[in-house]
């Protein structure tokens, strides 16, 4: 389920108009859908295929990938390189392109990147009419620092003034932490309250917020109430005690 996620969450589509409804579109995929590299590994390989029935040309960008009050923020950066960094995949074929580091990794927190697959447009074709949709995939590299890295979590639950309940989640650690998603439960409880389904990462020293809307079939719990929190991750599932706490 995480790694299903993760590829939905990587995909993204840019229509080339070049004349009527009709629509067309390269498939193509990348594996692995994340890369990691680290001081004794800095190089790493990706494949990327092209199931359709046409060449696809593409242009891999390397990004600078932070945050910042819960967004994600990327920048252009020469740290990382891609060889070879424009490439055709013939129809059926594939494609083997290095990723590399250019720096030495941080001595104390793992360093997020983002590489970013954009299908390039096709050459002038006066014999086709319609849209094509050119394909966009964003996909992440985790840099391990020298020292041993892993999440540290806060969850912390607060009712706000409409009822709704706001999850907050403070990644305190050295590495990043990836949420598939999460189940909420009232004490006692063998069912789960509530479920939210999620693909959100949370970045070391980064903060996210979730909220669930107040829902009369779902009531949220007056504040002082404990939840049991499931959650399912890229470091595994872990579990929670979270007190709902007033707002403000």
């Known amino acids: 389920m995480l790694a299903r996620a993760i590829i939905k969450a990587a995909f993204g589509i840019i229509l080339f108009v070049m004349g009527s409804s009709v629509a067309s579109a390269a498939s193509f995929g990348v594996s692995p859908v994340r890369v990691t590299l680290s001081e004794s590994q800095s190089m790493g390989a990706l494949t990327v295929r092209n199931d359709g029935t046409e060449p696809a040309s ?9 945050q910042a009050e819960g967004q994600d923020v990327l920048t252009p950066t020469r740290e990382l390189l891609a060889n070879p960094p424009i490439f055709t995949v013939p129809a059926g074929g594939s ?3 290095r990723v590399g580091l250019r720096r030495a990794p941080d001595g104390q927190r793992e360093l997020t990147y983002r590489i970013v697959l954009q ?14 949709m050119l394909m966009r995939i964003s996909l992440p590299v985790f840099v391990l620092p020298k020292v041993d890295a892993k999440p ?6 607060t009712r706000t003034p409409q009822g709704a309940l706001k999850i907050s989640l403070t990644n305190n650690g050295n590495a990043h932490i990836q949420i598939a998603n ?5 004490p006692g409880s063998q069912q ?4 939210k389904e999620s693909a959100e990462y949370v970045l070391p020293g980064q903060s996210r917020d979730w909220t669930l809307p107040a829902n009369s079939e779902y009531p949220v719990p007056p504040p002082g109430t404990s939840l049991q929190l499931f959650a399912q991750t890229d ?14």
């Open 192 to 195: 789960p309250w509530v479920t």
């Open 95 to 97: 494609q083997l392109v």
């Open 235 to 248: 470091a595994g599932d872990i579990e929670a005690e979270v007190m709902i706490a007033p707002f403000g």
């Open 182 to 186: 999460f189940k909420l439960s009232l």
């Open 58 to 66: 593409l242009q891999m960008e390397m990004l600078n990938w932070s």
């Open 152 to 157: 540290v979590l806060l969850w912390q639950a």
């Open 119 to 132: 299908e390039l447009p096709p050459p002038p074709n006066p014999d086709f009419m319609g849209t094509r």
